[in-house]
């Protein structure tokens, strides 16, 4: 067993965990932060990125000690108070989510997707980049939209800020 | 039409807590003082086991215990059931082999659970699970259909010899036989449709707790009908009584059929929870969901057609051999029989079917209902026989199509169905303009020219939605009846709740069935709650698979709301002294009619639990329950119309243009609606060109991770174009038919007869990788 301490979601944290535990399951398990789900062992599925030091992570190929002191934020994290992530609005409005269960994984992606294309995105680009998420439910026809969608969005707001 | 009633794109209610992941899937709750279990599972394909050894297992670190297959025998806990009662054509009943939940002698897949070990941490019952020493003779396996019929093959059960489990059919031998005797031209054609995992993104999993001075269980677990389950393990399993076992389905992420059923691991869960005296969580990983969900499709099927010298459709000869694995699932008989060969009509005028269904076991896992249901199996054979049929006489495949629609309803087709309303030549219309289809010739040659290879596949589906009534399938051999349930709260402060026995695992219904309430009572969706998944919260229930929720389910509530509403004119009529035949409802008022007299519907609903000034004789409070029977299925169709292109050298093919034109009579949410056919056309060409389960002789599960199992990605799919016809289904007040289906039925077709019409070869298996169509290219 092991102290790792990190930062999640602006706020320090410690935890006892095994050597072997994935940040994944230190997020789920012992944080109670269970919006970042599993959905397969292969780290093929995406439904468990979260940003680690703004980065988007599989965070089921992460050990929970690989993350000691950085800074990690989840899906729990990114909405400022009651007002949404344009992401997350954006999966609203465009029904970009059926049953969910993707869906975290899928909005963490999509921003990290946004920001590292500074805004200039096309349906081709979200496609290939979404590549490390699988949706069962959508058909990615309303995700590819939300994220467009959300890339207009989120250069408002950033312009805005 | 309210902004939030019928036929709005009312964004979801249900969004905000899975967007800000506050989503309670059955993996995020805990319970004080949980235990995990973990199986040990058979790494053979068919194997007897000769022994087990615990006791290491039993001495480590956390383990609270290790319970195998002979206790549950000791227990007397039940085998699984399979609820569907099929006849064969010889008279005698289904030939099964006992399923129980870990084998004690026997193992007939790979995967199949032998023992459990329940430990503190889910990584101590990991570890504790490697120590578990099972001792195996290994007997030879069948992993395929071909294999399991041989002569001289393995047996898997005693019961079913040849390994055969049911032989049956359907239609008039004889006349269809005559049909093909005096037909002008035959059209015939060997069909595999591939064997698919389901693949829901949130894996199967299951929590059990056991309170022992009231001899109850809870059941938390990720089913598509909780109500069903419940009945299932309390009257089958010997584990608890009906009124002793409460089952909850909170968020599920996804189900497609593969969460109708129950499964062992739910069973021994609750079992051990007695066994340990703590609460016992099941999570399964994707491995073992490819290795333990119930299996899609999986059939050989070989059907030809006979037309006339019109070119009309006389007959049509189907005999399929469908693979249900090493053991019979919870509905696994009815998919390639009752909703699979009634079907075969299509959406054209047949005077003459007949098909053959002969269901066998293989050491694989068992196969079930899957997106569609015996629907995609059906609508792939008679589409891809249209096509043949169409490109063998030279004639467009959408004209000999619409030649042979049906025009006429309602119309009884040889095979049970009788379809009550379409308009087909509608949405191969729609289809047809929405993608240029008299353009496509100019289109082909101009790919030629840069050396591509163009095609273009039509594909007209029908599906028959909301099994029903309960007294028919009844006769057909269903265990259960096929009705749904409904209850209609109105507080005394005005807000409503809407219990329902379907089960939303990403439908939307928590927003689409509250636009009916909001409808009718001229309110906001958000004074209406839907509560659903708890059995003990809504009496009964079927849940939700068939595209049977917005049909049956939503008209229950529509029943249950009638009687509410009658009930509130009759209190508003009194409050206001005036004729309840007077009263309207409107904008949340009851109204007098010509008059400017009102009273608001929390007035009226506190009024009704106050009790002090109600019509004599009435009893206080609002709320009403009804159970609606449908009358018959209803009958969505479409055109769906595919246009590929394909690269000879590599036989990479890729997407020009995806339309889909469905009829699915009235849409309750248009938003939601398009939604789901977007995710069925995804399986429906995941299907078609990427999908598709691999055994190898020995039974080893060759695609057992998404590393080699391919999903649809977004960049494997194109951004598909949606139009809808309307004719309003006759069946039930609402007239809606139901969608959720709809493109996992129709799209394989449209795929594999676009490609096939590419390439100029028309033996094409799915999946349609680029590797077998290289191969269809050069030979």
């Known amino acids: 067993m092991s102290t790792v301490k990190l930062t999640v979601n602006g706020k320090a944290v410690s935890a006892e965990v095994e050597d072997r535990t994935l940040l994944v399951h230190l997020l789920r398990d012992n944080l109670n932060l269970t919006g970042t789900h599993v959905g397969c062992d292969t780290s093929q599925c995406g439904a468990c990125v979260v940003h680690i030091d703004g980065r988007a992570v599989k965070s089921c190929t992460v050990l929970a000690g690989q993350a000691a002191g950085s800074n990690v934020t989840t899906i729990e994290g990114i909405a400022k108070g009651d007002e949404l992530h344009p992401m997350q609005a954006a999966f609203r409005d465009n029904h970009g989510l059926q049953c969910g269960y993707c869906t975290p994984g899928m909005i963490m992606s999509a921003i990290d997707i946004v920001h590292r294309h500074s805004g200039k995105l096309d349906?081709?680009?979200?496609?290939?980049?979404?590549?490390?998420?699988?949706?069962?439910c959508t058909g990615y026809h309303n995700i590819v939209k939300a994220v467009l969608d959300a890339a207009g969005r989120m250069k408002v707001a950033q312009a805005a800020e | 039409m309210g902004v939030e009633g019928i036929g709005a794109s009312v964004v979801r209610k249900e969004d905000r807590r899975f967007i800000t992941g506050k989503g309670r899937y059955v993996d995020d709750i805990k319970l004080v003082g949980m235990t995990h279990a973990h199986f040990v599972r058979s790494p053979h394909a068919h194997a007897r086991i000769k022994s087990i050894d615990t006791s290491a297992a039993m001495n480590m670190p956390g383990v609270v215990g290790v319970l195998t297959g002979q206790q549950l025998v000791d227990d007397k806990i039940g085998n699984l059931i399979c609820g569907w009662a099929i006849t064969s054509k010889d008279g005698t009943g289904m030939k099964m082999g006992a399923w129980p939940a870990m084998a004690p002698e026997t193992v007939r897949f790979v995967g199949q659970a032998v023992a459990v070990v329940v430990a503190e941490t889910k990584n101590q019952a990991k570890d504790a699970a490697e120590a578990v020493v099972v001792n195996y003779e290994e007997l030879p396996?069948?992993?395929?259909?071909?294999?399991?019929?041989?002569?001289?093959?393995?047996?898997?059960?005693?019961?079913?010899?040849?390994?055969?489990?049911?032989?049956?059919?359907?239609?008039?031998?004889?006349?269809?036989d005559a049909a093909f005797k005096s037909a002008a031209n035959v059209v015939s054609l060997d069909i595999t449709n591939n064997r698919l995992v389901p693949n829901a993104m949130e894996p199967r999993a299951a929590i059990a707790e056991y309170n022992e001075p009231e001899e109850h269980f809870t059941l938390y677990t990720t089913s598509q009908n909780p109500h069903v389950a419940r009945l299932v393990l309390s009257a089958f399993y010997n584990i608890a009584q009906e009124h002793k076992l409460r089952v909850v389905a909170p968020d599920v992420g996804g189900g497609f059929g593969s969460k109708i059923f129950i499964y062992p691991e739910e069973m021994v869960a609750l079992w051990a929870s007695k066994k340990v005296g703590r609460p016992v969580k099941w999570t399964g990983d994707r491995t073992e969901a490819f290795l333990t969900d119930a299996h899609g499709r999986d059939h050989l099927t070989k059907a030809e057609m006979a037309l006339d010298k019109d070119?009309?459709?006389?007959?049509?000869?189907?005999?399929?051999?469908?693979?249900?694995?090493?053991?019979?699932?919870?509905?696994?008989?009815?998919?390639?029989?009752?909703?699979?060969?009634?079907?075969?009509?299509?959406?054209?005028?047949?005077?003459?079917?007949?098909?053959?269904v002969i269901s066998v076991y293989t050491n694989t896992v068992p196969v079930d209902a899957y997106r569609g249901a015996g629907r995609p199996e059906a609508s792939f054979v008679v589409e891809r026989l249209?096509?043949?049929?169409?490109?063998?006489?030279?004639?467009?495949?959408?004209?000999?199509?619409?030649?042979?629609?049906?025009?006429?309803?309602?119309?009884?087709?040889?095979v049970i169905m009788a379809y009550d309303i379409g308009d087909f030549n509608a949405s191969l219309d729609a289809a047809m303009k929405a993608i240029d289809y008299a353009g496509f010739p100019a289109r082909k040659a101009k790919a030629k020219s840069e050396g591509k290879l163009r095609g273009i596949g039509v594909s007209c589906y029908i599906e028959a939605c909301g099994i029903a009534p309960s007294?028919?399938?009844?006769?057909?051999?269903?265990?259960?009846?096929?009705?749904?349930?409904?209850?209609?709260?109105?507080?005394?402060?005005?807000?409503?709740?809407?219990?329902?026995?379907?089960?939303s695992h990403g439908q939307g219904h928590e927003t689409s069935f509250c636009q009916l309430v909001a409808e009718r009572l001229g309110i906001p969706i958000s004074q209406v709650q839907i509560v659903h998944g708890d059995t003990d919260k809504v009496q009964f229930g079927m849940g939700t698979y068939g595209s049977r929720s917005a049909a049956v389910g939503l008209t229950a509530i529509l029943k249950a709301m009638e009687k509410v509403e009658a009930k509130a004119k009759k209190i508003a009529a009194h409050q206001l002294e005036a004729s309840e035949n007077d009263i309207v409802i409107e904008n949340g008022e009851f109204k007098v009619t010509g008059t400017d007299k009102s009273i608001a519907l929390p007035m009226v609903a506190l009024a009704a639990y106050t009790a002090h000034n109600l019509p004599d004789g009435m009893e206080p409070g609002l709320k009403e329950g009804a159970f609606y029977d449908p009358t018959n299925f209803t009958f969505p169709a479409g055109a769906y119309i595919c246009e590929m292109e394909v690269d000879a050298a590599t036989g990479k093919t890729s997407f020009v243009n995806f339309v889909a034109a469905d009829d699915f009579g009235r849409l309750i949410n248009p938003m939601i609606v398009e939604g789901q056919v977007h995710g069925g056309l995804a399986q429906g060409i995941g299907q078609a060109l990427l999908e598709g389960v691999v055994y190898d002789a020995s039974g080893q599960l060759v695609t057992a991770s998404f590393m080699d199992y391919t999903m649809p990605r977004a960049d494997d799919l194109p951004s598909f174009k949606l139009s809808h016809t309307t004719t309003l289904c006759p069946g039930n007040p609402l007239g809606v038919k139901g969608c959720g289906e709809a493109g996992a039925i129709g799209a394989s077709a449209a795929v594999i007869n676009a490609i096939t019409d590419a390439i100029g070869n028309n033996n094409l298996e799915m999946p349609a990788t680029p590797d077998r169509v290289w191969h269809a290219i050069h030979g």
């Open chain 1, 123 to 136: 349906e081709a680009t979200v496609r290939h980049e979404l590549e490390g998420n699988i949706c069962r």
């Open chain 2, 141 to 176: 396996a069948v992993p395929d259909i071909r294999a399991a019929i041989a002569p001289g093959a393995p047996q898997l059960h005693p019961e079913a010899p040849g390994n055969v489990i049911y032989d049956w059919t359907i239609g008039d031998e004889g006349a269809t």
């Open chain 2, 311 to 356: 070119n009309k459709v006389t007959g049509l000869r189907v005999k399929t051999y469908a693979n249900l694995g090493g053991y019979m699932s919870l509905f696994s008989s009815s998919v390639p029989t009752y909703l699979y060969a009634t079907l075969l009509s299509g959406q054209y005028n047949i005077p003459n079917i007949f098909a053959e």
């Open chain 2, 386 to 414: 249209m096509e043949t049929a169409a490109r063998q006489l030279k004639i467009d495949p959408a004209e000999l199509r619409r030649k042979n629609f049906i025009t006429q309803f309602p119309h009884q087709t040889p």
């Open chain 2, 471 to 503: 007294k028919a399938v009844g006769s057909l051999g269903a265990g259960v009846g096929l009705w749904e349930s409904a209850e209609v709260r109105v507080n005394p402060v005005g807000t409503i709740e809407v219990l329902t026995g379907s089960h």
